[in-house]
């Protein structure tokens, strides 16, 4: 069965530290990747989504991720976190050309203390 | 643009109550879903709805039923709800299949005594 890990349950961080964030899944096929982010007290908003081409993207808010086919990997990096990236973060993979079925981790949430 | 709209946002029920989770979204997406997201274990798919007029069960649908009432329109329905209902319940659309993202909605927050 498909599943994605997540490596790190929480992370506390510094203003202005760097951050990275885990993401490793299972599945032989060619997959969809994505990363959400969930503020507090609100619902689920798209970060950032791999479906082919250059495995380095760009999201919202200085995000980016990196895919590694080789390491069935899609780490979340931020150079220089703020106080308001302070949230949950959500993994989620669905194989590419099939039906949108998300398969998410179990999330990581991140504190960034001024 | 509402997006994705669930009603209620809060409800308590007591042990064998039934209840039905509204969900509506106002972008023309084919696709709905439902899922439960519990403490420590992301969110898990309950049912999902391809397009208007299908349904299918995803990974923990034991205890609900869903109707995919038109295509703005996906509920979820708990018969008689038990503590292990307990959760925060989302609803999703999305334009289709595979690489389009999922839009979610604000949660319903259900506690079950």
């Known amino acids: 069965a498909q599943s994605v890990s997540q490596h790190n349950h929480h992370v506390i961080l510094s203003e202005a530290a760097s951050l990275e964030l885990g993401c490793n899944y299972s599945?032989?096929?060619?997959?969809?990747l994505f990363w959400y982010v969930q503020y507090p007290g609100q619902h689920l908003q798209l970060l950032l989504k791999?479906?082919?081409?250059?495995?380095l993207v760009k999201g919202i808010k200085g995000f980016e991720a990196e895919f590694i086919k080789s390491k069935f990997s899609f780490n979340l990096r931020k150079p220089s976190v703020q106080w308001s990236d302070t949230a949950e973060y959500f993994c989620?993979?669905?194989?590419?050309?099939?039906?949108?079925?998300?398969?998410f981790g179990a999330g990581t949430r991140l504190a960034v203390h001024p | 643009n509402a997006g994705v709209t669930q009603t209620p946002k809060f409800q308590v029920l007591k042990t064998g109550q039934s209840m039905t989770l509204q969900c509506a979204q106002d972008?023309?997406?084919?696709?709905m879903y439902w899922y439960r997201q519990d403490p420590g274990m992301g969110l898990r798919l309950i049912y999902y709805?391809?397009?208007?007029?299908?349904?299918d069960k995803g990974e923990v649908p034991n205890g609900y039923n869903v109707s995919r009432l038109n295509k703005r329109e996906f509920s979820l329905r708990l018969e008689s709800a038990a503590p292990s209902q307990t959760s925060v319940y989302f609803c999703?659309?999305?334009?289709?299949?595979?690489?389009?993202?999922?839009?979610f909605g604000d949660g319903t927050r259900l506690s079950i005594l």
């Open positions: 999703a659309s999305s334009d289709g299949p595979g690489s389009q993202p999922q839009h």
């Open positions: 989620a993979v669905t194989p590419s050309g099939g039906y949108n079925k998300l398969i």
């Open positions: 972008m023309n997406h084919n696709s």
């Open positions: 791999y479906f082919s081409g250059d495995p």
């Open positions: 709805s391809a397009s208007e007029g299908t349904t």
């Open positions: 599945y032989g096929g060619t997959v969809n």
